[in-house]
């Protein structure tokens, strides 16, 4: 059964920090997809990424990046120069298979950004 | 275009009351899916349905909680009776039936429950 785990609960960093969140996923499939989502204060999940088990590439896009390594299954999110705004609850998901089946989360990481 | 829509946006009832939750997904999204996250913890898949018909409903917790999706369109979660464990935040998300590659979930902006 597929499976994933961010181990950190909860990472506080003052602004302008870079900080980078984990995580690791379980699967069997060979064809799967990996997600970030950022869920603000006012509740609402944003889509961030997505990534396909074919495409090992990393991704930047202006303070984010993305780090896909099948090696270590891992999937890990970092934010340069973080802001207060980016005070948020990220998920990370997995999808199994080719792209209808649900999204199966970890247990999310709270990412405080101090002033 | 409209995106997702969850009413009501906040919902508080007392243990042993019928809440029900209503999601309206993106016209045309033969998809839709039910996920909810309690007590902080990670995002549960709930069900999925494919146009009217229940393709997984394995993450249901248990028989007190009844979805429906009359006619392919909107899609209505009930819980009956609520216990305090299902309170949460409870999110629907929909995408298209495309036959190849990724179909894109789109979320709604999820009902708060919570249960007294």
């Known amino acids: 059964a597929q499976k994933v785990t961010q181990a950190q609960t909860e990472i506080s960093v003052v602004e302008k920090e870079d900080v980078t969140l984990d995580c690791v996923y379980e699967?069997?499939?060979?064809?799967?997809?990996l997600f970030w989502y950022k869920q603000p204060p006012s509740g609402e999940l944003v889509f961030l990424i997505r990534?396909?088990?074919?495409?090992?590439q990393n991704e930047i896009s202006g303070r984010y990046s993305w780090n896909f390594q099948k090696s270590t299954s891992s999937f890990n999110f970092t934010i340069t120069a973080s802001q207060v705004v980016d005070s948020a609850v990220y998920f990370c998901?997995?999808?199994?298979?080719?792209?209808?089946?649900?999204?199966?989360f970890g247990s999310g990481t709270r990412l405080q950004v101090q002033p | 275009e409209a995106g997702v829509t969850q009413f009501p946006s906040h919902s508080v009832i007392e243990k042993g009351q019928t809440v029900t939750l209503r999601c309206d997904p993106i016209s045309g999204h033969d998809n839709l899916y039910w996920y909810r996250r309690v007590m902080g913890k990670e995002i549960k898949f709930l069900l999925h349905?494919?146009?009217?018909?229940?393709?997984?409903e394995s993450g249901m917790p248990n028989n007190r909680f009844l979805a429906e999706r009359t006619g392919g369109t909107y899609s209505t979660l009930k819980v009956q009776p609520a216990e305090l464990e299902d309170s949460g935040v409870y999110f629907c998300?929909?995408?298209?039936?495309?036959?190849?590659?990724?179909?894109?979930?789109?979320f709604g902006p999820g009902t708060r429950l919570t249960v007294l």
């Open positions: 998901a997995l999808s199994e298979g080719t792209g209808r089946r649900a999204l199966t």
């Open positions: 699967t069997r499939d060979t064809t799967y997809y």
């Open positions: 990534r396909n088990s074919f495409d090992e």
């Open positions: 998300a929909s995408s298209q039936g495309l036959g190849v590659g990724y179909n894109e979930q789109f």
């Open positions: 349905f494919v146009k009217e018909s229940k393709q997984d």
